[in-house]
C-alpha cells in the first residue's frame, strides 16, 4: 500500500545529526581545532578565501571544518557568509609593487633587480612521503635573513620601459561589482578578471593547459610570480592621504605572452594577469593564462579555443553556481520524469503500430488526433 | 578575532536586508510591465545551493510580509525534502505563518508544479527556475538570446519544435514547454509539466519567476494571455492518464506513478497532495 512521503523534516535533522557524528569522526582523538586549520592547513585556506571572494583566515579555517574538508562546501558556506555582510568602504587599488615579498620569481631573466626569491615553495621538493610526520618529528625553525627584503620593481615595469610590452593604465571607470550586478556579456576585463578571481581553481588549471595543448595557443613566459603582503588602504574624508586599514597575503602573476601588432602598432608583448588572497601560485598563473586567452578578440585573434570564448569560460567558472546545479540533479524530479515516462510510452506504442503496419503515416496516430 | 557568536541570529526580515529586497522588488515591477521578459537583477548567495531554489527564495524573501501565510511545494507535495526545507528557512528567518492548503496561503513557492486548485486574485505564485532562457538550448550565447527576443525572432524555436513532430510524430516536449506570453515574449514557464501550462493563460494570480543562479527574473501578471507555442495541424495537447488518482479518484489531475513492487506494480496518485488530500476529506 502506498503511504506518502512523509516525515522529511524528522529525516533532515537526523542526517545533519548524523553528519555531526561523522564530522567529529573518532572520540579517540582530540577535535581538531578552527586555529590548527588556520595555521596548518593554509594553503587550504587560501583557496578557500579566493574562491569565495572574503579575505577572512579564520572563518575560512571554520568553514574547512565544518564542511569536513571539502574545499567547494567550505567556499560556499564563505560565500554566503560574505553575502551577508556590509559594505562599509571601498579600498584603493591594492599596490602590490610595495608587497613585502615573501616569494618572488621570474622565468625571463636570470638575474632580476631585487633578486629570485623562492620563498616557501614546494617546487623542488622531491614528491616522497615523509614518514617522519606520520612519527610527529619535530619541523626544524627556517633559517632567518638579517634583514627584511627591500620592496622589488616588478619586473614587467622593465620591459614597459623600452614599450616591448603593451602597457596598460587605469582608465578610471568605475569596476563593475560582480557580486551586486548581474553578468551582462560581452564584459569588459575588468569584470572579467573578477569572474577568474573567484573562479574554481580546477576548473581555470584545465583551461590554462587547454590553452599550452594547443587550443588558443597564447605562448606564455611566466613574467614575474609573486607573493606577500599589500597594505589594504581606504580614502578618510578627513584625511589627505589614504589610511591604512591592515595587511593581507595575496599572489600575483604576471605573465608575457607572444606579440602582436599592425602596419599602424609596433610589434609588442601582451599580457595576462592573476591575483588571487594568499599563497595562490597556480590559480593566478592558471588565470593569468585565461585572462590572455579571453583577450583574443580584442587582440585580433581568431577564436579557436574553448578557453577563448568568454560566455562559455565565465558562466561556468564559478563552483558554488556549477556545484550547486550539478546537486540540483538529487533533488525530486518526479514530474518531469513522469511527463518523459508517457511520452516515451506513447511515441513506444505508436512505433510498435507502425511496425505492424507499415504503411501507415507517423504523423496521423488516430490515438494522437483525439487527445 | 571575529565575533560570530551571533552568527545564527541577526539576520534581517526574511534574511535579505531591505535594499536587496528594494532592488527585487524593483526588478519584480519592471518584469510586471513587461510581461515574460527576463529581467536581470543582482542576484545574493544564498544559504542554498543554487539550483535549489535561491532564485525563488529571493523572490518569495522581497514579497513577503509579516502577515502573509506562506506555502512551498516541490513536485506538488508540500512534505518533500526540499519544501520542506525552504518552508523551514522561511519560518526561522520570517516567522511567518505556513501553510499547506492551497487556498489559505498569500504567497506559494513551487518548484515544477502549479496546484491544481485554480489560484485566486491577490495570491502570489512563485517558481522556481532552473535556466530561464526558453531559447537557451538551441542557442548557448546569451548575447545572441538577448538579441533573438529583442526582434522577437522566434523561428527557430518553432524548427525545433517541427524537428520534433518530424522525428517522433509529436512535439516532444513535456515540461518547460515554451509559452508566449501577451503575444510578445517567448517565455520559459520553468519546469512544470506542459499540463500545467493551461493554468497560466489568463490567471488570476500573480506569477512571479526566479532564477539565482542565472540571475533572472521574470513575471506573468494576473489575467494574460499565456499560449502554448504549436501548429495548427499540431495543436498543443496536455498528458493523459488512463485511470485516476488511487487514492481520492480524480481524473483531471497530473499524477505521480508510485511503484509498489518489483514485478512491474505500480499505481497513480496526485502530485498535488494538499489537493488530493482534500478531495479525500470531502468525500469523508
Not at chain 2, 538550448?137 to 519544435?161: D, N, Q, W
Not at chain 2, 509539466?193 to 506573468?220: C, Q, S, T, V, W
Request: aromatic letters at 8%; charged letters at 25%.
Amino acid at each position: 500500500m502506498y503511504v506518502a512521503v512523509k516525515g522529511g523534516e524528522q529525516a533532515i535533522a537526523n542526517a545533519h545529526r548524523w553528519l555531526a557524528d561523522r564530522r567529529r569522526g573518532s572520540r579517540e582523538s582530540a577535535e581538531l581545532e578552527v586555529a590548527q586549520v588556520e595555521g596548518q592547513l593554509r594553503l587550504a585556506v587560501a583557496r578557500v578565501m579566493a574562491e569565495a571572494s572574503l579575505y577572512d583566515p579564520e572563518l575560512a579555517a571554520l568553514a574547512i571544518k565544518q564542511a569536513s574538508g571539502d574545499m567547494v562546501e567550505a567556499v560556499f558556506l564563505l560565500r554566503a557568509y560574505r553575502t551577508t555582510l556590509p559594505r562599509l568602504a571601498e579600498t584603493v587599488p591594492l599596490d602590490t609593487a610595495a608587497m613585502h615579498i615573501e616569494r618572488r620569481v621570474s622565468a625571463t631573466y636570470k638575474d632580476i633587480p631585487g633578486g629570485q626569491v623562492l620563498g616557501p615553495t614546494y617546487d623542488y621538493t622531491h614528491r616522497l612521503l615523509d614518514f617522519l610526520q606520520l612519527a610527529k618529528g619535530e619541523t626544524p625553525t627556517p633559517v632567518e635573513a638579517e634583514e627584511m627584503l627591500a620592496t622589488c620593481p616588478q619586473i614587467l615595469e622593465l620591459l614597459d620601459d623600452e614599450g616591448l610590452l603593451e602597457r596598460e593604465a587605469d582608465d578610471g571607470s568605475e569596476p563593475y561589482d560582480i557580486t551586486r550586478d548581474p553578468p551582462d556579456f560581452p564584459v569588459d576585463r575588468a569584470t572579467r578578471l573578477q569572474m577568474l578571481a573567484r573562479g574554481d581553481e580546477g576548473y581555470l588549471l584545465a583551461l590554462g593547459y587547454s590553452t599550452q595543448r594547443g587550443y588558443g595557443r597564447n605562448h606564455p613566459f611566466a613574467g614575474e610570480i609573486r607573493l606577500g603582503r599589500v597594505a589594504v588602504e581606504i580614502e578618510v574624508e578627513e584625511c589627505e592621504v589614504p589610511m591604512c586599514i591592515g595587511e593581507i597575503e595575496i599572489s600575483e602573476c604576471q605573465m608575457i605572452n607572444q606579440f602582436g601588432g599592425s602596419r599602424e602598432v609596433a610589434p609588442q608583448f601582451t599580457r595576462g594577469y592573476g591575483l588571487a588572497f594568499g599563497h595562490n601560485e597556480r590559480k593566478t598563473m592558471a588565470m593569468a593564462l585565461v585572462d590572455r586567452a579571453l583577450r583574443a578578440e580584442e587582440l585580433g585573434e581568431t577564436p579557436t579555443g574553448p578557453a577563448q570564448q568568454a560566455e562559455f569560460v565565465l558562466a561556468h567558472a564559478d563552483s558554488v553556481e556549477s556545484a550547486g546545479f550539478v546537486s540540483h540533479l538529487k533533488l525530486p524530479h518526479y514530474v518531469d520524469f513522469q511527463s518523459e515516462l508517457e511520452l516515451l510510452r506513447r511515441l513506444r506504442r505508436e512505433h510498435a503500430a507502425r511496425r505492424l503496419q507499415p504503411d501507415e503515416q507517423p504523423t496521423t496516430a488516430p490515438e494522437e488526433q483525439q487527445a | 578575532m571575529n565575533d560570530y557568536s551571533d552568527a545564527t541570529t541577526g539576520y534581517n526580515f526574511a534574511y535579505l536586508d531591505e535594499q536587496t529586497k528594494r532592488m527585487i522588488r524593483r526588478g519584480l515591477l519592471k518584469a510586471v510591465a513587461i510581461p515574460g521578459y527576463q529581467v536581470p537583477f543582482g542576484g545574493r548567495e544564498m544559504p542554498m545551493p543554487y539550483g535549489w531554489g535561491t532564485g525563488g527564495m529571493q523572490l518569495t524573501a522581497s514579497v513577503l510580509g509579516q502577515d502573509d501565510v506562506l506555502k512551498v511545494i516541490d513536485q506538488g507535495a508540500d512534505d518533500t525534502t526540499n519544501a520542506v526545507s525552504i518552508r523551514a528557512f522561511f519560518e526561522r528567518v520570517a516567522g511567518v505563518t505556513t501553510t499547506s492548503a492551497t487556498a489559505e496561503a498569500d504567497v506559494i513557492q513551487t518548484r515544477h508544479r502549479i496546484p491544481e486548485q485554480p489560484l485566486r486574485q491577490g495570491q502570489i505564485l512563485v517558481f522556481q527556475v532552473p535556466i530561464p532562457e526558453p531559447l537557451r538550448f538551441i542557442e548557448p550565447s546569451e548575447e545572441e538570446t538577448r538579441l533573438m527576443h529583442a526582434l522577437e525572432e522566434y523561428g527557430v524555436m518553432h524548427v525545433k519544435l517541427y524537428e520534433d513532430i518530424a522525428r517522433h510524430g509529436h512535439i516532444a516536449t513535456t515540461y518547460a514547454y515554451p509559452v508566449k506570453v501577451d503575444g510578445r515574449y517567448v517565455t520559459d514557464p520553468s519546469p512544470i509539466p506542459k499540463f500545467d501550462n493551461p493554468k497560466l493563460h489568463m490567471a488570476e494570480a500573480l506569477m512571479l519567476f526566479g532564477a539565482g543562479r542565472e540571475k533572472r527574473l521574470y513575471a506573468i501578471p494576473p489575467y494574460t494571455r499565456v499560449e502554448s507555442l504549436d501548429f495548427e495541424d499540431h495543436p498543443f495537447e496536455v498528458q493523459q492518464w488512463e485511470e485516476p488518482c488511487a487514492i481520492c479518484g480524480a481524473r483531471d489531475t497530473f499524477l505521480d506513478e508510485v511503484i509498489t513492487d518489483d514485478r512491474g506494480g505500480r499505481m497513480f496518485v496526485c502530485s498535488d497532495t494538499d489537493y488530493c488530500q482534500s478531495r479525500r476529506e470531502e468525500v469523508a
